[in-house]
């Protein structure tokens, strides 16, 4: 079965770090491009980053809000994908998911996701 | 504020009609994808491309874009169909990606 499953969520306080991870299975994650999207308690779905396929050069492109403090890397060996956030506020509390997307000249969607893993931000 | 814009909310009569709309400029040159959202879940995608649905969406649910305005349309609205709607494309520099805000589709 094809699935992306989301875990390290927790409680942080403002200015630590935290690790997210999305493990991969029915397909290997180095052939897909692969994102996070966070959504804050009661709010919009908001675009974190992504990493393309390796064939794609595995270029890693982040969201203006995440850009310089969070960091997005992939473990082929596991089929691992993972999220590593620093200097965190309490506006990054929100549900991260994993997903995958198809990305062509005129669209770019997500198609599979992740149940997502909560992070809470708070003294 | 996001790139896209989408009602806040919107109701259907069960079994009518309904179109949910996403404006923006990038949407001009891109298209626009749908997903559906319920409480406590994942989102999951129901209309990707033009007008093209994943395998096990229904086809009371298709997609349409004029100039800047991208619309998701059900006809013929069940009660399951009452969830969150999202709209995303790529942006407006084409290089990233936006989300819209949201619209909460309310089935009476």
């Known amino acids: 079965e094809v699935q992306l499953v989301d875990s390290g969520g927790g409680l942080v306080e403002p200015g630590g770090s935290l690790r997210v991870s999305c493990a991969a299975s029915?397909?290997?994650?180095?052939?897909?491009?692969m994102n996070w999207v966070r959504q804050a308690p009661g709010k919009g779905l908001e675009w974190v980053g992504r990493?393309?396929?390796?064939?794609?050069?595995?270029?890693?492109d982040y969201a203006a809000p995440v850009k310089g403090r969070f960091t997005i890397s992939r473990d082929d060996s596991k089929n691992t994908l993972s999220l590593q956030m620093d200097s965190l506020t309490t506006e990054d509390t929100a549900v991260y998911y994993c997903?995958?997307?198809?990305?062509?000249?005129?669209?770019?969607?997500?198609?599979?996701w992740g149940r997502g893993t909560l992070v809470t931000v708070s003294s | 504020s996001s790139e896209l814009t989408q009602d806040p909310a919107v109701s259907v009569a069960l079994g009518q009609t309904v179109r949910i709309t996403c404006q923006g400029d990038?949407?001009?040159?891109?298209?626009a994808s749908w997903y559906q959202q319920k409480p406590g879940q994942a989102p999951i995608l129901v209309i990707y491309?033009?007008?093209n649905r994943p395998s096990g969406i229904p086809d009371r649910f298709s997609g349409s874009r004029s100039g800047n305005t991208a619309s998701l349309t059900i006809t013929g609205a069940q009660a399951e169909d009452e969830a969150d709607y999202y709209c995303?494309?790529?942006?407006?520099?084409?290089?990233?990606?936006?989300f819209g805000g949201g619209t909460k589709l309310t089935v009476l």
């Open positions: 491309d033009k007008n």
């Open positions: 990493i393309k396929s390796r064939t794609d050069g595995g270029t890693i």
């Open positions: 997903t995958t997307s198809t990305t062509m000249a005129f669209y770019w969607y997500f198609d599979l």
């Open positions: 990038s949407l001009r040159s891109f298209y």
């Open positions: 029915g397909f290997t994650i180095s052939n897909a491009w």
């Open positions: 995303n494309s790529r942006d407006s520099s084409g290089m990233l990606v936006v």
